[in-house]
C-alpha cells in the first residue's frame, strides 16, 4: 500500500511539474518574440530557454510512460523510442553549454526530431490506456484475439502497480478470454479454490463460476498467443487453455493464471511455467469434491501436431 501511495504521489508531482514547464516554456517564449522585436535582431537567451523548456515537458512525459509501463522492451521499435528519448534528453542539455549559436540551433532542433518522435509514441500509449473500460481496470481487456500483438503493452496503472509490487522482475503481458461452455451456456458450476489472504493464510471458499468470468493468463511475452479457453461439465468441470507460440523459435513461458469472479477480486490459482518449441500446449485444471484432496489439480499435455 506504502509503494501505491508513492507512485500516485510521484504521479501526480509529475503531472503539476509538466504544467508548470509548459507554461513557463510559453512565457518565456512570449519574452522572447518581444526582444527580438525591441532589439530587431536575434536573441536566442530567452528563446532557447523557452524552447528547452517544452522539451523539458516531453522528457517529463516520458518520465510518466517510464514509470508507469517501466523499461522492458518487447519489441525493436520500443528500444528505438527509447534510443530516440535518450538522444532527444542529452541534446537538449548539450544546448545550455556556452555553444556557438550555430551548433545550439543544431542542437535544439535534434532535440526537437528526437524527443517529439518518442513522446508521439508515448502519448498513444496514454490514449488506449484511458480508453480501457473502469470495470476492466484492473487488468487489460483485450477483446480482439487478432490485435493482441499491437496492444499487449498497453497496460492500466492499477495492472501496472500489481506488477510493480509484486512482478517487478518479470515483464507481464495480461490477456483476457472470455470462458464459453460447451454444453450448456446458461448453466453455471461451482468448485473450491485455494486462497491466499494479506497474511498468506490458506483459506477455502466455494465459487460461482459462470459464462461472464473472466480467465486471465499474465505472459511474459508477446510472441506467445492464447487460441481458445473452454470449461465443461455440471458436478465437475474441465478448464482448458490452448497455447500457440507465433513466433516458433522463441520459446512460450506462462507463470500465473488468474480467475476474476463479479469483477471484484482475482485469485491466484497457480504458479507454474510451460516452455515448449513450436508446440501445442494444453493446461487443464479439473474440480475435486474430494476434501482430501487439493481444491484444484491440473494437468499438462503437449501435442506434437503442427501449429
Request: with cysteine; proline share 3%; glycine share 4%.
Amino acid at each position: 500500500m506504502n509503494m501505491l501511495l508513492k507512485g500516485t504521489l510521484f504521479m501526480l508531482t509529475l503531472d503539476r511539474l509538466l504544467n508548470v514547464t509548459i507554461y513557463l516554456g510559453v512565457f518565456l517564449l512570449f519574452i522572447s518574440f518581444i526582444t527580438f522585436v525591441i532589439k530587431r535582431g536575434p536573441d536566442l537567451l530567452f528563446f532557447q530557454f523557452g524552447i528547452s523548456l517544452f522539451f523539458g515537458a516531453q522528457i517529463i512525459i516520458g518520465m510518466k510512460f517510464f514509470h508507469n509501463y517501466g523499461f522492458s522492451f518487447h519489441s525493436k521499435l520500443e528500444l528505438l523510442i527509447f534510443i530516440f528519448y535518450v538522444i532527444g534528453f542529452i541534446t537538449c542539455i548539450l544546448s545550455f553549454f556556452h555553444f556557438q549559436n550555430p551548433y545550439r540551433i543544431f542542437l535544439l532542433i535534434c532535440s526537437f526530431l528526437f524527443l517529439t518522435g518518442s513522446n508521439y509514441y508515448f502519448k498513444e500509449t496514454f490514449k488506449f490506456s484511458k480508453k480501457i473500460p473502469k470495470q476492466h481496470k484492473t487488468f487489460l481487456s483485450t477483446q480482439e484475439e487478432d490485435s493482441f500483438p499491437k496492444e499487449v503493452r498497453k497496460f492500466s496503472e492499477d495492472y501496472n502497480n500489481i506488477i510493480r509490487n509484486d512482478f517487478y522482475e518479470i515483464p507481464m503481458i495480461p490477456t483476457e478470454l472470455q470462458i464459453t461452455s460447451k454444453k450448456d451456456s446458461s448453466h453455471s458450476t461451482s468448485f473450491l479454490v485455494e486462497l491466499h489472504n494479506m497474511e498468506d493464510e490458506i483459506t477455502d471458499d466455494s465459487v460461482q463460476l459462470t459464462p461472464s468470468d473472466r480467465f486471465y493468463i499474465l505472459l511474459n511475452t508477446q510472441k506467445t498467443k492464447i487460441s481458445k479457453i473452454v470449461y465443461e461439465g455440471r458436478d465437475f468441470f474441465t478448464l482448458t487453455v490452448t497455447l500457440k507460440a507465433l513466433n516458433l523459435q522463441q520459446e512460450p513461458e506462462i507463470h500465473n493464471m488468474f480467475l476474476e469472479i463479479d469483477k471484484r477480486r482475482a485469485m491466484n490459482l497457480l504458479d507454474f511455467e510451460i516452455k515448449a518449441h513450436s508446440k501445442e500446449w494444453k493446461v487443464t485444471f479439473k474440480s475435486d469434491s474430494s476434501p482430501s484432496n487439493l481444491p484444484i489439480t491440473f494437468t499438462f499435455e503437449k501435442r506434437t501436431g503442427k501449429l
